[in-house]
């Protein structure tokens, strides 16, 4: 199977190489081809909600024209951004289509990671998971989530959970608050703020081990938070890289 990993520059951008490491060590031990760009722009998909159209179209045909060469089976990525924007904005603003399905990690390893299930070893921690805004409220596409961090023997997964979900007959997930990674670009004056306070609000009450978030961005907006509170008892994870660890 050949890979095509979305998102790799973001991931170093921010920071967050022990993630692309995690993601890069599962897809070895699956022994998928994986490919990715070199020259990948940060935050392509961003260009769309900033407005930015003068560039809109020499991006992304730039990144379809990447696809074609590559030719890979599936595109997966940590931001679930560009999964949405190549499935709605871009073939109806620009016309646009890819050769190949592009969808969240969490899709593509509840997939892959049912076959290695009695592979996989017990991670005995309570962990919290924060379902990121465009996958969950946006593409309602939650479930993948849970169904990967299932496959984890004795890890006990806690969400945020929203008063009248329930009597509105939705899921929580749809619900779930935004740990103000975002903030940086839109309102960075509010952004220590924000992500003190999801910390100090949302995460700390449900007490977990770990915590983190479906998506990249949200992920690297719990860790800045946890730095910010200065809390110490929570360490930030992504969900790869449980798997990776439970992973024998």
């Known amino acids: 199977m050949k890979v095509l990993l979305a998102g790799r520059a973001n991931l170093l951008h921010t920071n967050q190489e022990d993630v692309l490491d995690s993601i ?20 392509m998909e961003a260009a769309i909600n900033l407005g930015i159209t003068d560039k809109m179209r020499e991006l992304f045909e730039s990144f379809k024209k990447r696809v074609d060469e590559i030719k890979p089976d599936v595109i997966v990525s940590a931001y679930a951004a560009g999964v949405a924007k190549w499935r709605r904005e871009i073939p109806e603003m620009l016309g646009l289509k890819l050769s190949a399905p592009y969808i969240h990690l969490t899709h593509f390893f509840a997939d892959q990671l049912k076959k290695h299930r009695d592979e996989l070893k017990p991670f005995p921690h309570r962990y919290f998971l924060q379902h990121g805004c465009t996958l969950g409220r ?54 220590d703020y924000v992500k003190e306070n999801y910390i100090l609000d949302v995460v700390l009450p449900l007490q977990p081990e770990y915590a983190g978030s479906t998506c990249a961005n949200g992920h690297f907006g719990i860790r800045q938070g946890l730095e910010i509170a200065e809390v110490e008892e929570i360490k930030p994870l992504y969900f790869t890289q449980i798997l990776d660890q439970v992973w024998r």
């Open 138 to 191: 946006k593409l309602g596409e939650y479930e993948p989530a849970r169904q990967v961090l299932s496959l984890v023997p004795e890890i006990d997964v806690v969400e945020e959970k929203y008063p009248t979900a329930e009597i509105e007959g939705m899921d929580d997930a749809l619900f779930n608050s935004c740990p103000g990674s975002w903030l940086n670009f839109a309102q960075p004056e509010l952004g």
């Open 24 to 43: 890069l060590s599962l897809m070895d031990k699956l022994g998928v081809e994986l490919f990715y760009i070199e020259d990948e722009k940060v935050c």
